[in-house]
């Protein structure tokens, strides 16, 4: 037999119409429900889905995410694991606000209230279904073998309860407490953030740094002599309350000829610059304690005595002059040292981040831009010492990039640092990739941990579960089924959100009190929701306690790297809190995605590439490849149009013409 001529196969191949033939094929002939049939029964491998938010369209890096959740259990099932993959949607939070705000034209809290809070949510509701297509698009069309037809969604009422049921656990611990602290806060939102959103976006910015004189009017330097302090937020001068000072530093008294300055003796060259002489009089900051002093502005009044030096062991002589200004209302250990000495708290600014109408200078001036009028007043008063730039990191509201305060607020915390300990013991068992996370931006997140605060002053989001009466009496409702028993009317078609939930009244359960319990108004944190996943996707412990107890802890997680304090954090958190157990054993941390320059991506610089065009030129095998073999799966990726041909180029058609080479002759 004769060898068939040798034919060369086209160098151009419709890689997108070939991938559409096998899509159809898988589809037709429901090729992952049969794989899921054929490996029932066998060992679990369990891996937990990330539920993006559907209010907006999905971008290249949902590829990329999606790649390595696609790649892990399909090599799993291949080696004889059953790995279930449901589907999820993350619904509440801010960004979802924010977005339908922009979409009615509204600016704030007060816009939404005169809208209806019922309205609005219904508005929420349906922005977070309107892209769930695109995503199920993307999803087939890369070839993601996930269970869209029996996602997981945060805002149904069933997930509610189990979200419910997880902090009643956590209140009956004695873990979900209100307190008064300073947190960050968003005046553009009207609402507190927790710490793990807080290192979600930070700006460089260049602020005021100022050396203000505070003169002295008691103590041995009275009349003679001025402190000199430092901060970098004049706005709070306003607020002055007192200056702290370490109890075991040397405070010297330098002079150029015409004033004397009080300063830590190991910031008197750095504070003062040349032309400066120490007098020979220094003090311990223990032998200051309780000196008075003219505060910089007398813009608000004071309830109560004030303005004297404090001592503080937090203080340093690292920067600065020594000497730190306390402003109670807006700094957490200004907040602690304060208290310790019984000094007033004053505010004078509003929630929407402006200070109080009428007061003099600064009266509805939003904070940050207050800076500019009080240094000019404290130069033409001769209190101003000096006065330079200072750039560096300011944090960010994360959804609407607003400039954040930190503000003095009741709140309700997580006691996170009750249970440090253990996160730190279950985060050692978790096997990281890359392994430096564990120790290094996860573990250093850990070791830093502080109460996370819970409740947001907001509208759509899963309520607080906590009802109050008038002597304070807290009970914790556990479900809507609770809330039946409690309420003796049936609340098992009740919308658990606002403002329906709000309605809902109860004679308090406490021993011996008949007073009427209200819910308290805030809904939570929706980083809790998506770290409530692993049993709120089952409706654990109402149904499918046998399903949940098998997946817990998932054998896989994977998102990119800026997830260690979002939902890694979340999910090992609730789960410790809940369970006394990480909800997961091994994380993989993704890179980022970058534009082919090595820009970040943005529709600012024009750079965005959308994923199904991309996809219909190049070809999913193509963009999957990239993902997944452009470098470790940590490394950021620059990913291109050139870049994505390249492997076409190099790797798909080399492929398909020895396919296609085997399959002529094999024919022959």
């Known amino acids: 037999m004769t060898s068939p001529q040798y034919r060369q196969v086209p160098a151009q191949v419709d890689l997108p119409a070939l991938e559409h033939a096998v899509l159809d094929f898988w589809r037709d002939s429901k090729v992952f429900a049969k794989s899921l049939e054929q490996s029932e029964g066998r060992p679990e491998w369990v891996f937990y889905e990330g539920p993006p938010t559907a209010n907006g369209m999905p971008g290249a890096h949902h590829i990329e995410a999606r790649v390595f959740k696609d790649v892990f259990p399909r090599f799993r099932t291949m080696q004889g694991y059953h790995v279930g993959r449901k589907a999820g949607w993350d619904c509440h939070g801010l960004p979802v606000e924010l977005a339908v705000e922009k979409e009615l034209g509204f600016n704030g809290k007060k816009d939404i209230e005169a809208y209806g809070i019922a309205e609005f949510n219904a508005k929420c509701r349906e922005s977070v279904t309107r892209h769930t297509d695109a ?284 249970v440090k300990d253990r996160l730190l013991q279950e985060n050692e068992k978790t096997n990281w990739f890359p392994e430096s996370v564990k120790n290094g931006r996860f573990g250093d997140w850990l070791n830093n941990n502080v109460d996370w605060a819970l409740s947001r002053n907001r509208y759509w989001g899963t309520p607080l579960p906590i009802w109050r009466c008038e002597d304070d009496h807290l009970t914790c409702v556990g479900s809507r089924a609770e809330l039946s028993e409690l309420t003796g009317r049936d609340q098992s078609d009740l919308d658990p959100h606002r403002p329906f939930i709000d309605e809902i009244t109860f004679t308090c359960s406490h021993e011996n009190c008949r007073l009427e319990a209200y819910r308290v108004p805030e809904v939570i944190d929706a980083w809790y929701d998506s770290g409530s996943m692993p049993f709120a996707q089952w409706g654990y412990p109402y149904k499918n306690k046998e399903v949940f107890e098998s997946r817990y802890p998932a054998q896989f997680i994977s998102e990119a790297i800026d997830q260690t304090r979002g939902w890694f954090y979340t999910l090992m958190a609730v789960g410790t809190l809940v369970f006394d157990k990480s909800s997961y054993e091994n994380v993989v941390c993704l890179g980022h995605i970058l534009a082919e320059d090595g820009r970040k991506m943005s529709k600012h610089l024009g750079n965005i590439l959308q994923p199904i065009p991309l996809m219909d030129q190049h070809g999913a095998d193509a963009v999957r490849w990239f993902m997944a073999a452009g470098g470790s799966p940590w490394a950021a990726r620059r990913v291109g149009h050139g870049t994505i041909q390249e492997v076409v180029r190099k790797t798909l058609l080399t492929y398909w013409n020895t396919v296609a080479f085997q399959a002529l002759y094999a024919r022959t």
């Open 135 to 418: 995503f199920a698009e993307l999803t087939t069309r890369m070839g993601y073998w996930v269970d869209l037809d029996d996602a997981y969604r945060t805002m149904d009422p069933e997930y509610v309860d189990s979200v419910w049921w997880s902090l009643k656990e956590i209140f009956g611990k004695d873990l979900l407490v209100q307190d008064h602290r300073v947190a960050p806060w968003c005046p553009r939102c009207g609402t507190g953030l927790s710490d793990h959103e807080l290192a979600q976006e930070y700006e460089t910015v260049v602020d005021p740094s100022v050396f203000v004189r505070f003169p002295l009017t008691s103590g041995p330097l009275a009349g003679e002599a001025a402190l000199l302090v430092w901060t970098t937020t004049p706005w709070t001068l306003v607020s002055n309350t007192a200056v702290a000072a370490h109890p075991d530093v040397d405070y010297v008294v330098a002079t150029d000829g015409s004033e004397k300055l009080v300063v830590a003796r190991p910031l008197v060259e750095k504070a003062l610059g040349e032309g400066w002489e120490l007098t020979g009089e220094a003090f311990t900051g223990r032998e200051m304690e309780r000196w008075t002093y003219e505060r910089p502005f007398h813009l608000v009044e004071f309830p109560s005595e004030a303005h004297f030096v404090v001592n503080a062991e937090y203080v340093t002589t690292e920067d600065g002059t020594g000497l730190v200004h306390q402003s109670p209302a807006f700094g957490a250990d200004d907040l602690l040292v304060c208290k310790a000495y019984g000094l007033p708290v004053v505010n004078p600014v509003r929630p929407d981040g402006t200070f109080e109408e009428g007061l003099p200078l600064v009266g509805g001036v939003f904070f940050k831009k207050a800076d500019e009028a009080l240094t000019e007043d404290l130069d033409a008063r001769g209190k101003l010492f000096r006065h330079v730039p200072y750039e560096h990191s300011y944090p960010h509201c994360w959804r609407c990039h607003t400039a954040l305060l930190y503000y003095a607020q009741p709140s309700w915390y997580i006691r996170t640092t009750a």
